[in-house]
């Protein structure tokens, strides 16, 4: 039998105590009891994928010609920028990820304001300082299409026109932020360059008070102020007609860079929350139904060992529940599928422990061997499948994070954390429980309490 049984009664009560906590808590907050402080604050809500809440997936694609296929790292990069600028817009939860060699998948479970983000998430966000002389480009006289990069001296057509050339783009930015005009009517976007950045606007503002300074956002001109002043001080203002709204969205793209590539929108597609909540309750109730299937037969077949593996099952989706909300994981349908697929191999793992048992009481063992004998002897057989399971789970999570297949992604997680968890309950929980209602009852007829 068991050694050490105390301690392990001991262990499953402080591990299901603080399972049910976490499991039954929306918020979890720890003080130090002496200085009041914080020492653990962690939200508990539970995080619903975009086909249970509802929300906006968008399919980006790299802007480029066919035969040009982008880099990893370029797509990594580009990657990483859309999730910062989503992050910055104050959408949460949001899940960004390469999809092949030129895609990238964006899920935003319950968005609303799915025109902001998408505006924000396409743009290049690349900004130019562009010397427009004597020229205003937001009254119509010039159109910017023509001119040359930053350092290179511009040329002097026949016509007599200078020739529009960049003073200096938006990577020697150094920090962005949105502040209200001085008539508080209006926003205006404050920056700071980099030391060589406010070289070049200071001796390019020092030579050229009175002319006009255009800037552009992704080739599309967004503010054409007069050089009034030298300004070497390395600090400005970009004015505009800026709402709120569309001058955060244009600090956002400064602030985290200019995409490495540019991304064109190939699709989207909006879930509506209404939809999300009726998958929810569909499985929930498949669940609540399938475990009372699963309860009788267990009963009606294996009648003590049946009742205990029960509980170890319901002890098994508090733990499992518990490391979903403390670890943030997010559920999805198919997840919650892997989740399901997980409870059958541990149901799996006490039936052949049970069977074991049961070929080991005909064979006229006692019920301490047959016990011993029972685990020994099926702990091959639970080790084999669940490691299979669980290789497998680690194969699908690849493919899901190499081919953007978020569904592949979230039952592949949550299949292979079911597996571990429910070797652990099989093992060590469902053992447990069983020797110790062995020892409270004392049963003789083992026809009757084992259904031989």
Do not use: C
Not at 7 to 16: A, W
Not at 188 to 208: E, P, R
Not at 259 to 288: C, F, M, Q, W
């Amino acid at each position: 039998m068991i050694r050490n049984l105390t301690n392990r009664i001991i262990l499953i009560v402080i591990i299901l105590a603080l399972a049910l906590w976490v499991d039954f808590s929306s918020a979890v907050t720890v003080l130090n009891p002496v200085t009041a402080e914080t020492l653990l604050a962690r939200d508990l809500t539970p995080r619903l994928g975009l086909d249970l809440r509802g929300g906006l997936q968008v399919l980006l694609e790299a802007d480029l010609p066919e035969n040009e296929t982008p880099t990893s790292a370029s797509m990594d990069i580009a990657r990483d920028i859309v999730q910062q600028r989503t992050d910055a817009l104050g959408v949460n939860e949001n899940v960004i990820q390469v999809a092949g060699d030129r895609r990238i998948v964006g899920e935003f479970p319950g968005l609303e304001d799915t025109e902001s983000v998408l505006a924000t998430i396409q743009q290049t966000g690349l900004l130019e300082f562009v010397d427009t002389g004597d020229f205003n480009p937001q009254d119509g006289s010039v159109l910017i299409t023509d001119y040359s990069p930053a350092g290179v001296i511009p040329e002097t057509p026949a016509d007599g026109i200078t020739v529009f050339h960049t003073i200096m783009t938006g990577t020697e930015l150094n920090s962005v932020n949105v502040a209200q005009d001085t008539l508080g009517s209006g926003y205006l976007i404050n920056f700071v360059l980099k030391s060589n950045g406010a070289k070049l606007f200071g001796d390019h503002t020092s030579n050229n008070t009175g002319k006009f300074l255009t800037i552009l956002l992704d080739k599309q001109v967004i503010s054409a102020p007069v050089i009034k002043d030298s300004i070497t001080s390395g600090q400005g203002s970009i004015s505009g007609r800026f709402t709120y709204e569309s001058a955060n969205a244009f600090a956002i793209q400064l602030r985290y860079g200019s995409l490495p590539i540019p991304l064109k929108l190939v699709e989207t597609r909006i879930i509506g929350p209404t939809l999300g909540a009726d998958s929810l309750n569909k499985s929930l109730a498949a669940g609540l139904i399938g475990l009372t299937i699963v309860t009788l037969f267990m009963v009606i077949y294996y009648r003590m060992p049946g009742i205990v593996a029960v509980f170890s099952i319901l002890i098994y989706a508090a733990i499992a529940f518990a490391i979903f909300k403390w670890f943030h994981f997010t559920l999805t349908l198919p997840g919650i599928a892997g989740f399901m697929l997980s409870t059958g191999t541990a149901l799996d793992s006490n039936i052949l422990i049970f069977e074991r048992i049961k070929e080991e009481l005909r064979s006229g063992r006692n019920l301490t061997q047959a016990m011993d004998l029972g685990w020994t002897r099926a702990w091959p057989s639970i080790r084999d499948s669940n490691l299979a399971a669980i290789i497998t789970s680690v194969i699908l999570f690849w493919f899901g994070s190499s081919f953007g297949a978020t569904i592949v992604k979230g039952f592949s997680l949550t299949l292979a954390l079911g597996v571990i968890i429910s070797l652990f309950t099989a093992i060590y929980i469902t053992r447990t429980l069983l020797a110790i209602t062995l020892k409270t009852f004392k049963p003789q007829n083992f026809e009757r309490w084992f259904g031989l």
